[in-house]
């Protein structure tokens, strides 16, 4: 009788979640954060899940969400993923419910909706301006009780460095740093999830949480996981610029009726009203974030000159603003010092989400067996540009097939030997050596300051327009980025907490990752979704309705990018377009 | 399992008001009485001592000393554990709080004083209590100031006290109510502390 | 160079949990909307000391800087707060910074708040669902009601409450305002109320709400504004019918 012992790597919605199925099945967890499970950045989405519910007379149907949500990724996710999701989506807001997320009600007591960008239905279930923190805290209690029942152990503060595969290239252990003794340890399993978020912090300031550094994709990609689609980066529209990170302002401000606009010609001037009839302010992200950056850098018409426009609320009733968005705003006002129930607030858009990541499959199976890959880490469901509101969906759905994926992984004659005690000790080893070599780094750069170039870098040429000439020396730049990283000096030569030793692993990782991002952004010669470039400003379906995929290259240290096709069989690519209703289904 | 912890500590909230409380009163009311002269003092002595001796040595031991003794040395434990931090964050409240465990100590070590010397030795050794006793020992104005600090750190125990208690047992729930009753005691806190001084002063006066 | 405005950082630092805490002096660049983390991010870019002294750079926890996950709780100038929400122009200088050693210190200002967490276990702060599986619709909910369970879940065990409650710490045993409130949350839910009495009985054993000294500091340091004395009032409330229930009712 099998143990069913799985590792779960990260504790955010999708980690937790998988880890719940795993225990219902009688599996036994051990999860992995490089946080307490409670703080991860899950809690940091704000607007709401998207789930056909139905509830607003407007005849909803999860087909209908299916297609918002294919359409609104311009045709490039799988639709039979995409359409499981969908389909699960009322199901899984019922079992939030029951978890007790409070969830918003109407007057008499059931869910409220609200809107959301590029759907026309209201179609969005919200818990204040806090829903993934709600959402992630029913899931943290859950998983607690777990806890208290024995079949879940948790490693908080201990960070993931690599997978350990058996002689057959299965995965079957992961080796792990406790970050406050430093110790490195390697553990064994029969299958691994990875729910590691996504690489945000690789642009420096963006709307992430400053743990979602992408490093364990990278550090998997290394060991030969596969990365899809890592060139469409979302780009979210409103969020408020800072040095230290750019705040996320939610959608569902715009939802509720917020407006954008900036001065023309000495009056108020609604763009995206005016340049999107049909869908006006609720435009998916990838409309809205260009059409800003059009407005501030091709028309210079941001406030002031600077790149901001306003987020109008002010014309909305402060006690319906209250209890619909009271969190958000209450953070803008502490953060800025205006009260947005009274002035407009200044925005601009801002890196906040990476539809790709590990490439996977239906089952979220990366290419390496019984690895698995789940929530924003993976590359599923989201295509070229992700809809607000569906990546707490994401993250939770594909949990729920992660988890019961790794049962069956760990009750599978293919997962081969347990590792030997040699290749254990090998890969703690390996690890050990490679943080060794950190701390003794005395070099002249400050892998902070480092970080910073490498975020700006990025900034510059991986965000909302893409041209070829200037991926190009991002390339570059990445390269000599990479070779000055060797150059990096460590000044904290303890073993007790160093966090500074662990971010300069972490920066190496990123890097790698940069690169991946960048490559492949090169090689799509067309512009989809959140992949922008002039020189080519339409979408290419005959050469790029594929999925691009990305696999390391040790020697160059640069991906290898190839296409593989994928199942876009039950709705037929047609224009993307939101100046007037969605045609054509 | 049987939350001895919570009893206990109910238990505790109650000594407080009673006996603890109306006793203070009893005193307040009858020293008050100094006011009006020796007369009008050793009257009042004179009708408390007017209960048989048997039943007050059972109310003595029963109604006030195990009381008492539990609620000083329960109420020392519970002091002990806090950190009193009204430096760092001097809030009303927290000074109240602060004030409320400093004057327990300080209660701790007055009570034992007063019920050995007056009580025990004075009283139990066969010497009445009257005005005149009181009266000289006032004269010494290490004694007049020991006992008008005690005094005035009881009423505030008890008023203060009387404040936590409607939180502890869930009476008063909301911030405003409990404002309005921590004021209101304040209040009784003050005019019972004029009163006291009042009638320790009037020994100097008469 | 010379005349750029700095702020001036005393930050008490402590290499080991046993090791004895010192303290260091840093001065960061000013720049508008500065707030703490971003300043203790400039001293990871810049690790030296106001008087030129190479050091490390400062270790302490922070995630989201949006005041949602709870992570930078530290003491600035003596009262506990978030460190991404505290802006260095409201506060006076030099700012002093302190781990919140009502926790055990970790590193510099990194602490140790897992007894948080396991408090949580302690009030059973979940809703007993039978499974993530589908059942059929959850119960409507009063929408008064789910407006209080929102506010109250709110909480993210920074601790603040638990580092300016007087009655928290080594010298008591008591969970914190905190995990108290939260049974609350879950005695609120039409599911989470089946519950109500283990938990109400779990905040009679010691360590429990009968520890709370009415302080009512908690209130006055939580960063989410959650009316914590209410809700200590209203569970004394609870407990006390419990109370009359446990020795009535059997």
């Known amino acids: 009788m099998s143990k069913k012992n799985i590792i779960v790597v990260g504790g955010g919605l999708s980690g937790l979640m998988a880890t719940i199925k795993i225990c219902e099945a009688g599996g036994e967890v051990k999860l992995f954060s490089y946080c307490p499970v409670k703080r991860s950045h899950s809690l940091c989405a704000q607007g709401g899940i998207n789930a056909c519910m139905n509830t607003k007379g407007q005849n909803d149907t999860t087909w209908e969400h299916f297609d918002d949500t294919v359409y609104g990724g311009d045709f490039l996710a799988d639709q039979t993923a995409v359409k499981g999701m969908c389909e699960t989506a009322p199901k899984l807001i019922k079992m939030f419910d029951r978890m007790g997320v409070p969830f918003t009600r109407t007057a008499e007591g059931v869910l409220d909706l609200r809107n959301f960008g590029g759907q026309k239905n209201k179609r969005t279930v919200f818990a204040g301006s806090t829903t993934g923190q709600q959402l992630l805290y029913a899931l943290d209690e859950q998983v607690r009780k777990w806890e208290v029942k024995g079949l879940v152990k948790k490693y908080e503060f201990w960070e993931f460095t690599n997978i350990i595969k058996n002689d057959k290239g299965v995965c079957r252990g992961i080796v792990a740093q406790n970050m406050n003794s430093m110790e490195i340890e390697a553990f064994r399993a029969d299958a691994v999830i990875l729910a590691t978020g996504g690489p945000g912090v690789i642009f420096g300031r963006c709307t992430a949480s400053t743990i979602c550094n992408g490093s364990a994709v990278s550090a998997v990609y290394q060991q030969g996981a596969e990365i899809g689609n890592s060139e469409f980066i979302q780009i979210h529209p409103t969020a408020i610029p800072g040095s230290d990170k750019n705040r996320l302002m939610s959608e569902a401000c715009r939802g509720e009726g917020g407006r954008v606009w900036t001065y023309r010609d000495g009056k108020p001037w609604y763009f995206l009203e005016t340049m999107y009839p049909a869908y006006g302010n609720l435009v998916p992200r990838d409309i809205a974030a260009r059409a800003i950056y059009d407005v501030c850098v091709n028309q210079g018409l941001g406030i002031n000159g600077e790149n901001r426009v306003y987020l109008d609320l002010s014309h909305i009733p402060a006690e319906y603003l209250e209890r619909k968005l ?253 100046d007037v209703a969605k045609g054509g289904k | 399992m049987f939350n001895v912890t919570f009893y206990i500590r109910r238990l505790h909230s109650i000594c407080g008001i009673v006996p603890m409380g109306l006793f203070l009163l009893e005193h307040i009311l009858t020293n008050a009485e100094a006011i009006g002269g020796p007369a009008a003092f050793n009257e009042a002595i004179g009708r408390i001592a007017l209960i048989p001796h048997d039943i007050m040595l059972v109310i003595e031991i029963f109604g006030l000393a195990i009381p008492f003794l539990f609620h000083m040395l329960y109420g020392l434990y519970i002091t002990l554990q806090a950190k009193n931090n009204p430096a760092q964050y001097g809030y009303v409240r927290n000074w109240q709080f602060a004030l409320q465990r400093w004057t327990a100590i300080f209660l701790f070590v007055f009570l034992i004083i007063h019920v050995v010397d007056l009580r025990i030795f004075t009283k139990g050794g066969g010497t009445p209590i009257s005005y005149e006793l009181l009266d000289q020992m006032f004269n010494n104005a290490g004694w007049f100031i020991f006992y008008l600090v005690g005094m005035i750190a009881a009423i505030f125990h008890f008023c203060n006290g009387v404040t936590t208690l409607c939180m502890t047992w869930g009476i008063a729930k909301g911030p405003r109510i409990q404002t309005f009753i921590s004021r209101v005691m304040m209040l009784v806190c003050l005019l019972l502390s004029l009163v006291t001084i009042a009638f320790m002063i009037s020994y100097k006066m008469h | 160079m010379a005349d750029q405005k700095t702020v001036h950082f005393i930050i008490e630092r402590q290499d080991t949990p046993d090791s004895k805490p010192y303290t260091e002096e840093f001065l960061v660049p000013y720049r508008p909307a500065l707030n703490v983390v971003a300043a203790l991010m400039e001293i990871q870019k810049k690790p030296v000391t106001k008087d030129g002294k190479k050091t490390t750079p400062v270790v302490w926890e922070c995630n989201c800087l949006e005041k949602v996950c709870g992570a930078c709780m530290m003491v600035i100038n003596g009262k506990a707060r978030q460190a991404c929400a505290t802006l260095v122009d409201q506060i006076s200088q030099p700012i002093r910074l302190a781990p919140a050693r009502t926790f055990p210190v970790i590193r510099d200002l990194q602490i140790d708040r897992s007894v948080m967490f396991e408090s949580l276990k302690r009030i059973q702060g979940w809703v007993e669902v039978d499974g993530s599986w589908e059942v059929n619709t959850a119960p409507i909910q009063d929408p008064n009601v789910a407006a209080t369970a929102y506010e109250i879940s709110h909480c993210m065990t920074c601790g603040c409450c638990l580092e300016a409650c007087p009655n928290v710490g080594p010298q008591s045993d008591f969970i914190g305002p905190a995990p108290t409130v939260q049974s609350y949350l879950f005695n609120l839910n039409p599911l989470g109320k089946f519950d109500k009495e283990k938990r109400l009985n779990a905040l009679m054993e010691k360590g429990g709400i009968t520890s709370c000294g009415n302080s009512q500091n908690c209130v006055e340091v939580c960063p989410k504004d959650i009316k914590l004395t209410t809700y200590l009032a209203q569970l004394n409330r609870d407990v006390n019918k419990q109370a009359l229930k446990n020795i009535f009712n059997k």
């Not at chain 1, 010092?337 to 002035?343: C, E, F, M």
């Not at chain 1, 199976?365 to 969906?393: F, W």
């Not at chain 1, 070599?437 to 910073?452: C, Q, R, S, W």
């Open chain 1, 326 to 578: 009271g969190g958000i705003l209450e953070m803008y006002s502490e953060f800025v010092g205006d009260d947005p129930r009274k002035v407009p607030m200044q925005i601009y858009p801002s890196v906040h989400y990476s539809m790709g990541g590990i490439w996977v499959d239906t089952k979220h199976n990366t290419n390496i067996p019984a690895l698995l890959a789940s929530g924003e880490c993976d590359y599923q469901y989201h295509g070229a540009n992700r809809l607000g509101a569906n990546s707490l969906l994401s993250a939770a759905y594909s949990g729920t097939i992660s988890g019961p994926e790794a049962i069956r992984w760990s009750e599978s004659d293919e997962i081969g030997e347990e590792l030997t005690d040699a290749q254990v000790a090998a890969a703690k080893q390996a690890a050990v050596d490679e943080f060794e070599k950190i701390i003794d780094m005395n070099g002249t750069e400050n892998a902070h300051e480092l970080h910073h170039e490498l975020g700006d870098l990025m900034n510059k040429s991986c965000t909302i327009v893409r041209v070829n000439k200037e991926l190009d020396e991002c390339m570059k730049g990445l390269h000599e980025i990479l070779e000055r990283w060797n150059n990096i000096g460590v000044s904290d030569k303890s073993h007790w907490a160093n966090q500074e030793a662990m971010f300069v692993r972490q920066l190496r990782n990123m890097i790698i990752y940069a690169m991946v991002i960048c490559k492949a952004a090169r090689m799509r010669d067309e512009s989809r979704g959140a992949h922008f470039k002039p020189e080519f400003p339409d979408r290419n379906d005959e050469k790029f309705l594929k999925t691009t995929i990305a696999t390391y290259n040790p020697t160059s240290n640069e991906p290898e990018i190839s296409y593989r096709d994928f199942d876009h069989s039950l709705i037929k690519p047609r224009p993307r377009r939101y």
